[in-house]
C-alpha cells in the first residue's frame, strides 16, 4: 500500500521568521499534528507539538529555531517506509512531494487509519513499552518536562507515593496549558506564567482518569480508542481488574514501528535523532546490531531500535550523547543504555550493556570453543 489515497494536500504553512507566539495560538486555535515550515517559499521543516515544550522559550523566537528537519516523502511511497521515516524523524508529519513540488502532509493518524483493520493480528503485549518513566503527582511540572525531553518520550504516567496510577501528564497537557489566557484557571484555581507553572505540582496539570489497554487487547482496538479519544498513547496494565498498576505503555509511534518489523527471522533496524551521527555511520550501526544479534541463535531479532540523545555537556567541543538500544526478539524485548562522548562511543558502551542484558535474560554463557559466536543454555551443558 502507498500514501497516495491517505496524504492530505490541505495543510498549515508558517515562514521561518514567524514569532513562536503566533505559533502557540495556531496550535491552539487549528489544533494541528504538525507545521511545515518555508523559507522564501520553499519548504525548510516541520514544527511539532512535542517541540513547544521548551521551559523559557520567549513568545519573540523565530519558527526556524524550533524547527527540525523532517524527511520528504513522495506521494506514491510504500506506507512502511513512510512510517519508518516518521519514526526515525521522531515526528508526526512528514512533507509529500510530487516531483519537486510540495504536494501536502502524510500525518501519522492517516497511516494507523489506514491500516487498522489489519492490526487484529497483534496484541498490545508483542509491542508495548514495557520499560516506562514514570512520575509522581507530587513532583513539579519543571522536573516533568525535564524527564520528558531526557527520555524523548511524550507522555508519563503519575504515580503516587504507594505507585498506584492516578494519572497521565502529557505535552498535549503541558502545550495547552502554556496557551491558554492568562485568565483562565488551572486545577487548584492556579494561574500565571510559565515560570510559576514550572513550580506546580504535576497533579495540577495530569489527566484523569487514564485512558488504559490491557496486555491482552489487539492493536487494532486499541488504536481505535486512540483515535476516537484523540490521544497519542495509553497506559498497558496487567488487567482490567489491576487497572491502577503501570505495566507499560503504547504509543502511536510504538504502532508506527511495529508496521516496519520485517518478516520474522529477519531484522529492522530504526535509529531515532540521526543527526547526531558523528564518527559512526547507520551502516555500522546497522552491521554491529546485526553482529550481535547473530551470536544468538535461539534467540530471533525482528527490530531493533536505536535512540540517540544529547546532552548539554562537552568535552572538548564533543557533546555527551545517551544511546538506548531495545530490541524486540521471540523471547520479549531487552535493552540497554550507555553514555559516551560522540555517538560512536556511546553506541558501543550500550552495545555493551546490551549484551550482557541479553545473557542475563536468556540465562546463557558463552561455549569456549565458539565464543562470540554460540551460545548455550545453562542447563544444556
Known sequence: MDISEIATSEYIEVDAGKRLGKIRSIFERENPKGLIVTRDGEYAGVIGERDLVRSRIEDDTKASVLMKSAPRVDRTEDVREVARVL???????????????????ITADAILNAVLDSLDALTVEQIQTVDVVTIGEKAHVGQAINRLREHGISRLPVVDDDGSLTGVLTTHDIVDFVVRDADRQGRGDRRGDIDRMLDLPVYDLMTNPVLTTTADETVEDAVRTMLDSDVS??????????????GGVLTKTDVLRALTFTEEGQMDVQITNVAL????????????????????????VQHA???????????????LIQCQIRLRTNRGQVAG??????????????TDTLERNVLELKGLIADEQYRGQLLRKLGEL
Open 305 to 319: 531500535h536505536v535512540r540517540f540523545h544529547e546532552h548539554k555537556e562537552k568535552l572538548r567541543g564533543t557533546p
Open 87 to 105: 519514526v526515525e524523524g521522531n515526528t508526526k508529519v512528514a512533507p509529500v512531494y510530487e516531483g519537486e513540488k510540495l504536494w501536502g502532509i
Open 233 to 246: 498513547g495509553l497506559v498497558v496494565t496487567p488487567s482490567e481488574n489491576e487497572d491502577d498498576v503501570v
Open 337 to 350: 543504555s550507555g553514555e559516551g562522548y560522540g555517538a560512536d562511543h556511546a553506541f558501543h558502551v550500550a
Open 277 to 300: 551521527l558523528d564518527t559512526i555511520s547507520r551502516e555500522e550501526i546497522v552491521a554491529e546490531i546485526t553482529s550481535v544479534a547473530d551470536k544468538y541463535q535461539e534467540m530471533q
